[in-house]
Nanobody
Framework: EVQLVESGGGLVQPGGSLRLSCAAS????????MSWVRQAPGKGLEWVGA????????YYAESMKGRFTISRDNDKDTVYLQMNNLKPEDTAVYYC??????????WGQGTQVTVSS
């Protein structure tokens, strides 16, 4: 069974940091690019960024550049999202996903990040 399981969310003060993890199973992880999206309360999905299959290339939404870093460990079948200098507007549920060879999107269950003092 293909699974993506996010973890690492929580409550953090503005200016703080969090590292989210997304553990993959059920597919050949290092064959695929991986991506993160988020959904703030009452809003649609917002693409955060992506990382190539080998970690050699990363891509970010403009508003996340310089604050967020995506990395991966193919030995652990895990992708990470390091978030620094968090702002209240970063409050959202964060999801990892990838697109399989059939063009289907596979999602995790999400992890809540709340930035508040």
């Amino acid at each position: 069974e293909v699974q993506l399981v996010e973890s690492g969310g929580g409550l953090v003060q503005p200016g703080g940091s969090l590292r989210l993890s997304c553990a993959a199973s059920g597919f050949t992880f290092d064959d695929y690019a991986m991506s993160w999206v988020r959904q703030a309360p009452g809003k649609g999905l917002e693409w955060v960024g992506a990382i190539s299959w080998n970690g050699g290339s990363t891509y970010y939404a403009e508003s996340m550049k310089g604050r967020f870093t995506i990395s991966r460990d193919n030995d652990k079948d895990t992708v990470y999202l390091q978030m620094n200098n968090l702002k209240p507007e970063d409050t959202a549920v964060y999801y990892c996903y990838h697109r399989n060879i059939y063009g289907q999107y596979v999602w995790g269950q999400g992890t809540q990040v709340t930035v508040s003092s």
